[in-house]
């Protein structure tokens, strides 16, 4: 290997190659053999790249610090029903987005650099929203101010975007840089619960072992605590250690495109075959609709990661396919939800569930058209993209209509 080194030095495919055909030993032997060419300027690049490690970083002290009182904020958010004995289930359903988003806000503001006056206005938002959701009236939970309580995480969602934009909310390239990071915020966020779910087990087990049944209080603190930090501690890991996961989420996107793909064609044909009515049937409705979010989903994170030069011709196809089924579902939904409307009348569920659906099919629709063109020319991802995160806005704009009219629409009922 040393002799083949030293005589392709010259030869940057060559060297690519061998250092491709046996990578371990190509370092091993490059390394020894580095002393006596290191005046070489290939040489010198290629001890970069192979001795090159990627340390995992704390960011600056202050940063730390940051993260770590702003987790700490989180925890007493969550915690307030304890402190002012609330009725917890009550007040996580309306307040369980203001556990999340403004701690979020505050560290991906100051972290991006935005403006003071666009982060002010965000927090004025969420500060608008949270006195909102709060003054609708108690009781047993109503139609529209339980789809208000719904829609409230995806219209914060939105105002978050608007804070990760820095200085340019409105930029296309900002919207998918902050759909990529939430892509990476997933991984690295399931990671941190998972490892949390084994040091609680742990934990449990250890004390149950001694006679002390300790699971009320952890769950009630430790893990309420914990739960509220994941998405600002997970964010502050996704920033400052980019390499985490930026090659994991582009993988899962590969795996999991062509997996959901045939899943969901034999999910159709199990339907047909099966007999299922999606028209009278409303918890199968239900099921439809959170199938088509969460496929939907995917084809967004995937297209942002092969518009980062990880797609070739076939993960286009794969999309593409996976977005025509995808249409197919959101038809079968939309046929069902008019059906309904048609036989029982108009509910606050009916037509929130209607506009969505509509929404996402005119969305799909033009990001399958520009997937159909980005076929034959692969130049074009860049167009679907666009397409893509132009259209984000329009689904907070629906949340805020949600939430913020249909209870008085409605009535509160």
């Not at 203001?98 to 006056?117: C, D, I």
């Not at 038809?331 to 036989?343: H, K, P």
Request: charged content about 15%.
């Amino acid at each position: 290997m040393k002799e083949q080194i030293l005589a392709n030095l010259g030869n940057p495919p060559q060297l690519e190659e061998l250092y491709r055909a046996d990578r371990r030993n190509f370092k091993k032997e490059f390394n020894s053999l580095y002393p006596e060419i290191s005046a070489d300027p290939v040489a010198r690049a290629w001890h970069e790249r192979l001795n090159f490690e990627d340390e995992i970083s704390w960011g600056s002290r202050r940063e730390l610090w940051f993260v770590i009182i702003v987790s700490l904020i989180a925890a007493l958010i969550a915690k307030l029903p304890d402190f002012l004995a609330l009725d917890r289930e009550a007040f996580y359903v309306r307040n369980i987005a203001f556990v999340v988003f403004p701690a979020l806000t505050a560290y991906l503001g100051w972290k991006q650099g935005t403006p003071r006056k666009q982060l002010l206005l965000a927090f004025l938002v969420l500060a608008a929203s949270a006195v909102f959701i709060n003054l609708l009236p108690n009781g047993a939970p109503r139609d529209s101010i339980l789809l208000a309580c719904i829609h409230l995480p995806v219209f914060l969602w939105m105002i978050l975007a608007f804070s990760y934009g820095g200085d340019r909310p409105s930029s296309p390239a900002r919207r998918l840089d902050y759909l990529r990071f939430n892509a990476d915020l997933l991984v690295i966020a399931a990671i941190i619960v998972i490892a949390g779910g084994l040091l609680t087990a742990g934990t449990l087990g250890l004390f149950s072992l001694i006679g002390v049944d300790a699971e009320e209080f952890y769950f009630r603190n430790i893990v309420t605590c914990g739960a509220a930090a994941v998405p600002v501690v997970g964010s502050y890991l996704v920033l400052t250690n980019p390499q985490l996961v930026n090659k994991v989420s582009p993988v899962i996107a590969k795996v999991f495109t062509p997996l959901v793909l045939v899943t969901l064609i034999a999910y159709l044909g199990a339907i047909v075959y099966t007999g299922k009515d999606p028209y009278n049937d409303r918890e199968f409705l239900l099921v439809f609709n959170l199938l088509l979010i969460a496929v939907m989903a995917i084809i967004f994170f995937s297209i942002t990661e092969a518009s980062g030069g990880s797609g070739g011709k076939f993960t286009i196809a794969m999309l593409t396919a996976l977005a025509l089924v995808t249409i197919v579902v959101n038809g079968i939904a939309l046929s069902a939800i008019v059906f309904r409307i048609s036989e029982w009348g108009l509910t606050p569920n009916r037509l929130a569930v209607l506009v969505g659906n509509l929404l996402i099919l005119a969305h799909l629709l033009l990001t399958t058209w520009q997937l159909l063109r980005a076929l034959r020319d692969r130049s074009r991802i860049a167009i679907v993209e666009n397409t893509m995160a132009r259209f984000l806005p329009v689904y907070g704009v629906w949340a805020a209509v949600v939430c913020f009219s249909f209870p008085f629409i409605f009535n509160f009922g």
